[in-house]
């Protein structure tokens, strides 16, 4: 009796592309041990005064991954001709209503954290991912995923002196809110409900399960 024929082909991993350049969340994947190119969008950032913080990071991650999109098949090469996955977020600060971008300079750093000091904040990040998959058939599907995650971040109280010496440290200059979770700005933490790793740029869970519904394979699933 004749054995039954296997199937010789091979299904590639997609190759991913992280539609950002912040270290932040460059370190995070490499973290899960994934290889990616790093290639990010080109696009302003601009915020609509009428939509909420959730409206808000969901339609400019999105914008994101659309915008990288483009440039990948406008590039070309054996990529835009392959199974690909586009990853991009966005992540803001809200404070009593307001989006607490990134200080303009050191006067605008130490007006931001001397009202997040003692109180409570959130921190809202939006997940868009894009796969872009071309059979033999020349035919390209394009499926999109999208997750949100908030996070609550309570600041203990500061003296004037300690949020002075912390901005003087130059982290705070290039990030949301005027801190950093994963640096020197933990010492002014008192507790975080929610996921630490999305106050950092990236919800890594809800990462994770998006990127895994496109065929990214991560710690071999």
Known sequence: MP????????VQAPNLILASSSPRRIDLIKNLGLK???LPSDLDEIVDAALTPSQVVAELAESKAARVKELVQERGGA??????VILAADTIVVFEGDILGKPVDRDHAIAM???LVGN?????TGVHVISVNQSLENQTTVVAHHEIEVAKVEFRKLSATEIANYVDSKEPMDKAGSYALQGIGAFMINKIEGSPSNIIGLPLVRTINLLRK????????
Do not use: D, K, N
């Open 79 to 84: 990529i835009a001709q392959s199974h690909h």
């Open 113 to 115: 954290l001397s009202r």
């Open 3 to 10: 054995s039954a024929a296997v199937s010789s082909e091979i």
């Open 120 to 124: 409570t904040h959130e921190v809202y």
């Open 214 to 221: 496109c065929g990214v394979q991560i710690m071999g699933e």
């Open 36 to 38: 990616f190119e790093i």
